[in-house]
């Protein structure tokens, strides 16, 4: 049982993956990739903000309930913070365990559970020039 958490600065720009574990007969890799567009408004990326310290935790203490709850081997997970331009990574979950059902109810499981409970909050940032709409900040100031 493996868990490995972190919290990086802008996108995730390594998401190798490591040697295979003893036992594990699936893994499973999910990137999380921002999209250009908020709704059908044009973005150049997401500016992420989180209480690192509570995160941090609570990311490891879902890793570690997925694992009990899902009987897989481990969790490798890496999520952005700060400014991350459309078409990069923000969310890295990598999963092994010995079946694949496991690995893919799992990572379903954490995916939804770090959206409903962990504090990281995301705000889309228009492009310079364009209006600034509900919520988004201009990413290099007014036109």
């Known amino acids: 049982m493996s868990v490995e958490v972190s919290i990086v600065v802008g ?3 390594e998401t190798e993956d ?5 036992g594990a007969g699936a893994e499973l890799s999910f990137r999380g990739i921002v999209r250009p567009y908020e709704g059908a408004r044009p973005i150049v990326g ?3 903000e989180t209480y690192e310290p509570m995160a941090q935790k609570l990311l490891a203490e879902l890793c570690a309930q997925a694992i009990v709850r899902f009987g897989v081997l481990s969790i ?3 999520h ?3 400014f991350v331009p459309a078409g990069e990574v923000s969310l890295f979950i990598n999963i092994r365990s010995n079946r694949r059902i496991a690995a893919l109810e799992a990572m379903t499981w954490l995916i939804e559970a770090l959206k409903r409970e962990v504090p990281i ?4 940032v228009a492009d310079r020039c364009q209006e600034n709409l509900s919520e988004i900040r201009l990413a290099s100031g007014g036109c």
């Open 80 to 82: 952005s913070k700060a």
């Open 11 to 13: 996108p995730i720009l």
């Open 76 to 78: 490798r997970l890496i």
């Open 46 to 48: 997401l500016d992420y």
């Open 121 to 124: 909050w995301k705000r889309a």
């Open 18 to 22: 490591s040697p295979p574990l003893d």
